[in-house]
């Protein structure tokens, strides 16, 4: 028997002995090094660990009650570092600002994500370096693939579930049907165009919400990475075009399910394209230890099943709270004004008079908005109170700012105001309009089209 043939038993005498050790629920085999990978791909997976590591962290941890506020030291740094690199590294005129806000796209968060970009550049070199003889990292990959999918699925999810139970986007503000159609930023069109069907927020979020689940099912992680990448390529898209200022994090979100979907980017081609067979992928476990791999699973599935069920209940949550399920203040509507009266003249209601109130809109969370007859909408924050029959208007930007009024709405539908705003007195008879004479809140949708 020559050497050959002699190695070739070899194996197959330990193939058959792992076989039996797997059947007997034994450890299975230490995964074997594959195919060396190339150059390129060793130092783009490197550059790929530390950049998708450093930009997620502390997620999906921050998503557990109780264990994100344990990581305000890290944001802590990096505030620090950022606020740092600008002023002497970049050398801006000004120090970086650094206010939590719902924005994404701000100073701060491009100098901190372009600091994540070099700190990868520098620890792709490094490691390169130090690890020179490694010639593939297929372990350490289904790892970074473990974190990433756990990351991204829990942010779907987290998106999803704010539009199946409507509370990112909620049905438009009153004033928003007043205010003519070319005032409107980009941002407040797409979330006009977004607030107003119910339906549309749920088919959004079922994609998203599944797209998420899947993703955190290992099996299923391509599938779902197909759908979060569709997902979230719209997102990223309409961020751009309508100015929504989370850009850059739908950005990395995208980079984040095309990391996912890369090494399946030759099989789905055969599949779908080439119209040819793709042989299955046979993933090695992380853990040689049979109940470790399962223990891990369950914590996957426990993972998929408490963002689930957290997200939408905090999504409810908001919507009671600001959403479509908020309550309505008393006077809850819009106002046309019949009769105006300042300081003792009364006012027509001429398009020209750019001093005579044209609506007066009582909206969600105690907001007031007047438009005047060219159009605009100021807004106030209303603090009324009924019993004592008092109306006080104040501006968030002027907190010295006050209009004080009577108001008598004794009568249904009528309202009358006496007070004074900014030295001037003022005397109005205010009318509340059916809602319903918006086109956009009767309108509905036709399965066939009526004859116009």
Same mark, same amino acid.
């Given at each position: 028997?020559?050497? !050959?043939?002699?190695?070739?038993?070899?194996?197959? !005498?330990?193939?058959?002995?792992?076989?039996?050790?797997?059947?007997?629920?034994?450890?299975?085999?230490?995964?074997?090094?594959?195919?060396?990978?190339?150059?390129?791909?060793?130092?783009?997976?490197?550059?790929?660990?530390?950049?998708?590591?450093?930009?997620?962290?502390?997620?999906?941890?921050?998503?557990?009650?109780?264990?994100?506020?344990?990581?305000?030291?890290?944001?802590?740094?990096?505030?620090?570092?950022?606020?740092?690199?600008?002023?002497?590294?970049?050398?801006?005129?000004?120090?970086?600002?650094?206010?939590?806000?719902?924005?994404?796209?701000?100073?701060?968060?491009?100098?901190?994500?372009?600091?994540?970009?070099?700190?990868?550049?520098?620890?792709?070199?490094?490691?390169?370096?130090?690890?020179?003889?490694?010639?593939?990292?297929?372990?350490?990959?289904?790892?970074?693939?473990?974190?990433?999918?756990?990351?991204?699925?829990?942010?779907?999810?987290?998106?999803?579930?704010?539009?199946?139970?409507?509370?990112?986007?909620?049905?438009?503000?009153?004033?928003?049907?007043?205010?003519?159609?070319?005032?409107?930023?980009?941002?407040?069109?797409?979330?006009?165009?977004?607030?107003?069907?119910?339906?549309?927020?749920?088919?959004?979020?079922?994609?998203?919400?599944?797209?998420?689940?899947?993703?955190?099912?290992?099996?299923?992680?391509?599938?779902?990475?197909?759908?979060?990448?569709?997902?979230?390529?719209?997102?990223?898209?309409?961020?751009?075009?309508?100015?929504?200022?989370?850009?850059?994090?739908?950005?990395?979100?995208?980079?984040?399910?095309?990391?996912?979907?890369?090494?399946?980017?030759?099989?789905?081609?055969?599949?779908?394209?080439?119209?040819?067979?793709?042989?299955?992928?046979?993933?090695?476990?992380?853990?040689?230890?049979?109940?470790?791999?399962?223990?891990?699973?369950?914590?996957?599935?426990?993972?998929?099943?408490?963002?689930?069920?957290?997200?939408?209940?905090?999504?409810?949550?908001?919507?009671?709270?600001?959403?479509?399920?908020?309550?309505?203040?008393?006077?809850?509507?819009?106002?046309?004004?019949?009769?105006?009266?300042?300081?003792?003249?009364?006012?027509?209601?001429?398009?020209?008079?750019?001093?005579?109130?044209?609506?007066?809109?009582?909206?969600?969370?105690?907001?007031?908005?007047?438009?005047?007859? !060219?159009?605009?909408?100021?807004?106030?924050?209303?603090?009324?109170?009924?019993?004592?029959?008092?109306?006080?208007?104040?501006?968030?930007?002027?907190?010295?700012?006050?209009?004080?009024?009577?108001?008598?709405?004794?009568?249904?539908?009528?309202?009358?105001?006496?007070? !004074?705003?900014?030295?001037?007195?003022?005397?109005?008879?205010?009318?509340?309009?059916?809602?319903?004479?918006?086109?956009?809140?009767?309108?509905?949708?036709?399965?066939?089209?009526?004859?116009?």
């Amino acid at each position: 028997m020559n050497e !050959e043939a002699v190695t070739k038993t070899q194996l197959h !005498e330990e193939a058959g002995t792992q076989s039996e050790q797997i059947a007997a629920g034994q450890e299975k085999p230490t995964p074997q090094a594959g195919p060396a990978w190339s150059l390129p791909m060793r130092l783009g997976f490197r550059f790929a660990f530390v950049y998708l590591v450093l930009y997620s962290f502390p997620g999906p941890l921050e998503f557990i009650p109780g264990v994100g506020s344990l990581f305000g030291w890290y944001f802590a740094a990096w505030k620090k570092i950022v606020i740092w690199t600008g002023a002497h590294v970049l050398h801006l005129s000004r120090p970086v600002p650094y206010n939590f806000t719902g924005s994404g796209d701000t100073l701060h968060d491009y100098i901190q994500n372009l600091l994540i970009v070099v700190i990868a550049v520098v620890g792709m070199l490094v490691w390169s370096a130090l690890d020179r003889k490694r010639l593939e990292y297929r372990y350490l990959h289904r790892w970074l693939r473990f974190y990433v999918r756990l990351v991204l699925g829990a942010i779907l999810l987290s998106y999803g579930a704010a539009k199946v139970i409507k509370s990112q986007f909620p049905y438009p503000f009153l004033s928003r049907l007043i205010e003519p159609y070319g005032d409107s930023s980009p941002m407040g069109l797409l979330w006009t165009f977004m607030g107003y069907s119910r339906s549309y927020n749920i088919f959004t979020g079922l994609v998203e919400m599944v797209g998420g689940a899947l993703v955190i099912v290992p099996r299923l992680a391509t599938v779902g990475a197909l759908l979060a990448v569709g997902a979230v390529a719209n997102v990223f898209i309409l961020n751009m075009t309508y100015d929504v200022p989370v850009k850059l994090f739908s950005f990395n979100l995208l980079l984040m399910g095309g990391f996912l979907l890369l090494p399946e980017v030759r099989r789905l081609t055969n599949v779908l394209v080439l119209n040819r067979a793709a042989e299955p992928v046979v993933a090695p476990p992380l853990f040689q230890r049979r109940w470790l791999s399962v223990g891990l699973l369950a914590v996957q599935l426990l993972f998929l099943v408490y963002c689930t069920s957290a997200f939408l209940y905090r999504s409810y949550q908001g919507s009671r709270r600001y959403g479509n399920l908020a309550p309505r203040p008393p006077l809850y509507g819009i106002y046309t004004v019949d009769d105006f009266t300042l300081d003792g003249q009364l006012h027509p209601p001429l398009f020209n008079d750019d001093l005579r109130w044209r609506y007066v809109v009582f909206d969600l969370y105690t907001f007031v908005g007047i438009q005047l007859p !060219e159009g605009s909408v100021q807004r106030y924050l209303g603090k009324l109170d009924l019993k004592a029959g008092t109306l006080q208007l104040s501006k968030r930007e002027d907190k010295n700012w006050k209009a004080n009024f009577t108001i008598d709405a004794s009568t249904p539908g009528l309202i009358t105001l006496k007070g !004074e705003m900014d030295g001037k007195k003022i005397q109005a008879r205010l009318r509340k309009l059916d809602l319903n004479a918006f086109l956009l809140n009767s309108n509905g949708t036709h399965w066939i089209q009526p004859d116009r």
